[in-house]
């Protein structure tokens, strides 16, 4: 079986992984591209496509070719809900790009939709498909860290500002770090403690560097006056059950303590942590022991070829739900809840107070 997919915004998310990834992926075939700059889906056809493939400037169009079985959505995030929906309308399977939505709302009418159509949506939160994720993850379900019941999501970056698309754009994109890469830190958090019920949350959000000129960043100075997303954010959410999460996102801070899409989790029996390789921690017999998890290249076991590569990974196990009529890995009802807990950070910060969820 070959799966028909097309690619609905063919800028950096979409060169940068979704095409390549696809591109390795035995049982597709892309057959469409669209993006609203016309050369960039020219391009993406030259490199990922073959000459019968089809170029778009209107999703709208591409979406009525019933030959296409799956989208994927590479667009800013205030489009993805309204792309997301049309498609699964159009009786596509949908993979869109995180974060989930620009709002919570977006995000439930997407989550609706599914429902209604019966067609599979995912979220790509690609780094759960990492070799270190999947091993702790496997280690959280079998129990070795007991009750996990503290998490911190890291997401910090000294001075790597993304300067070029709509990144520091508010309206386009909903928020800076904290949507953009504190999003993938939340999300491996929730998934590795395997809780979604977030009671409340306090956050800070801040705008402290973005006014800087000719700053030193890794892809160039920013223009202070485009910058109108916050430079970091800080929240912390309290679960149901009583467990806790910090989240910490920064696109520029003064800072030394510098990760990215890692997790740190606290647990009854043991602890795990990301950060500069993946160590498991705890008591034994009346000592203290740190054990560093050394995991060797190779395929992840139950997607066989796919390598080690996460976006392939991802890709390869996304195909695989259409084909076999399985579940995603990563669930719309989740990458939801990661979407609800962003919107709770800025409009604790907002406030000045903290938002109850799920009231």
Known sequence: ???????????GIANGKHMPALKQVKEVEMVAFCDIDEAKAIKAKAD???????????YKE????????????????????????????ADKHVMCEKPMAKTSEEARAMLAAAKE?????????????????????AACSDGDLGEIYVGKAHAIRRRAVPTWGVFLDEEAQGGGPLIDIGTHALDLTLWMMDNYKPKY????????????????????????EKFTVEDSAFGFITMENGASITLEASWAINSLD??????????????????NGLTINGEDRGLLYQKKVELETGGVDFYDGAGTDPAVVEAQS????????????????????????LEAIYKSSELGEPVFLNK
């Open 1 to 11: 079986m070959t799966l028909k997919i097309g690619i609905i915004g063919c800028g």
């Open 48 to 58: 990922f496509g073959s000459e019968s493939t089809k170029v778009y400037t209107d």
């Open 62 to 89: 591409l979406l009525k070719d019933e030959l296409i079985d799956v989208i994927h959505v590479c667009t800013p995030n205030n489009s993805h809900a309204e792309i997301s929906i049309a498609g699964l309308h």
């Open 117 to 137: 159509t019966g067609k599979k949506l995912t979220i790509g939160y690609q780094n759960r498909f990492r070799t270190d994720s999947q091993y702790l993850h």
């Open 201 to 224: 949350v306090v956050g800070n959000a801040y705008h402290k560097l973005s006014s800087t000129k000719n700053a030193a960043n890794a892809w160039g100075p920013w223009d202070p």
């Open 258 to 275: 510098v990760d990215e899409a890692k997790t740190s989790l606290s647990g009854t029996k043991a602890g795990a942590d990301m950060k």
């Open 318 to 341: 996304w195909v695989n739900a259409i084909i076999n009529d399985t579940e995603p890995v990563v669930k719309p009802e989740q990458a939801l809840v990661v979407t609800e807990i």
